[in-house]
Structures are given as C-alpha cells and as structure tokens.
C-alpha cells in the first residue's frame, strides 16, 4: 500500500530553492514516527535536501541518472516508477511517499492514505504539492489547529484514506 505523507503551506507550497521554508519541530516528530522502520520513497532532490540518511528507514531514490549512486545500505536506488509501483502497489506493508513535487504529482493517483500537516499561512515558494480532490477520500483523524512555539505559524495534522 502505497501512502504520501507532506506538510503543505496553505497556497500549496512545499519548499523553495530544494529547502523547506518552515521549521516546525513537532511536524518532523510526526514525520520520523510514522515512517520510521517503513521505506520512504523520494525524488533525488528530495533526497540530496535531507541532512543526511535518516536513521531506521530505508530511502528508495528515484533518479534517471542511470550513474546514481550513494553508499549507504539503506538507500536502493531506483530508475522506473513502474517497476517500483507493480512491487509496492499491493502489498500489505505501507510504504511511504514523501515527495518532492515531481513525485508526489507521479505517486499521489495510487496512494490509500495522505498524512497531511495543513500549514495555515501562505509561502513564496517553487514547488507546489499537486491539487488534491478531496471528494476522494474520508477523513480519519484530524487534530486541532495546533500552533508552533518558536515561530508562530498554526498547523493541523490530518489523516485521509481514498474511499
Ligand atoms: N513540504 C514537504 O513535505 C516536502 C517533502 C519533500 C520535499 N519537499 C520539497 O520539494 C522540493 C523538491 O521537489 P522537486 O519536485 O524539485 O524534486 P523531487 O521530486 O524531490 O526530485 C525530482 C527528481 O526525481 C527524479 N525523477 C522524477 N521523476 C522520475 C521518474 N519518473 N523516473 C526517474 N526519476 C525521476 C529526477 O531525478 P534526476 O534529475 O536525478 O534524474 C528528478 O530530477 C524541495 O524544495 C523539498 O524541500 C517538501
């Protein structure tokens, strides 16, 4: 089963200049608790915009750079989304997207499951998650507007599931 998991800025923002624009230590717990000991499917941009390799979680990196390479055991390196979709898309373990753009605009027509943080403030960003149709999909959880102690900004975690 595949499943996306992002933090979107309330224009649809995801980040800039291959960075995260925002810092909020609470969604990245969230983050590291859902995919840790998963695999976590990511573009090479995404992947070379990590700190580095994150611990108790195998990265599978998707690049047409056929000369990629990263020495690392937890990372595999993949060339065809069609491969890795005919391997992932109906097995029983969940396997994480989790982004960038060009990824999650590839993957998000197979996903079950969205683990989304809604971020209640608009960014200036370049890369944008792909328009979602929520009609699609019914809310599993969704928590309170919560709000970031360091720098302000309000956000909400939700849960979808595609019916
Ligand atoms: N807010 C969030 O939750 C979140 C999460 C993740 C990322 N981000 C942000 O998103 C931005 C990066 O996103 P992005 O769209 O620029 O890049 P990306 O999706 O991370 O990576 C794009 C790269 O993936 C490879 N690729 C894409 N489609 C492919 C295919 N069909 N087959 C083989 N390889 C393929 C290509 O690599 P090659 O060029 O090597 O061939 C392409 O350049 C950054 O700003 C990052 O911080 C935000």
């Known amino acids: 089963m595949i499943s996306v998991i992002v933090a979107v800025a309330q224009n649809n923002v995801i980040g800039r200049d291959n960075k995260l624009l925002w810092h909020i230590s609470e969604d990245l717990k969230r983050f590291k608790k859902i ?40 990372v595999t390196i993949i060339h065809d989304l069609n491969l890795l979709l005919e391997k992932y898309l ?12 060009e990824i999650y605009k590839q993957l998000l027509p197979y996903a079950q499951k969205l683990y989304l943080t809604k971020i209640g403030t608009s960014f200036d960003g370049d890369t944008y998650f792909p328009e979602v149709n929520y009609n699609n999909y019914k809310t599993e959880y969704i928590s309170e507007q919560l709000t970031d102690e360091k720098n302000g900004l309000n956000y909400t975690f939700i849960d979808l599931t595609r019916i």
């Open 35 to 74: 995919t840790s000991n998963k695999k976590m499917i990511m573009g090479r941009k995404t992947f070379e915009s990590l700190p580095g390799v994150l611990p108790n979680r195998e990265h599978i990196v998707v690049t047409r750079d056929e000369n990629y390479n990263v020495n690392s055991d937890q």
């Open 90 to 101: 109906n097995c029983e373990d969940e396997i994480f997207v989790i982004g960038g753009a």
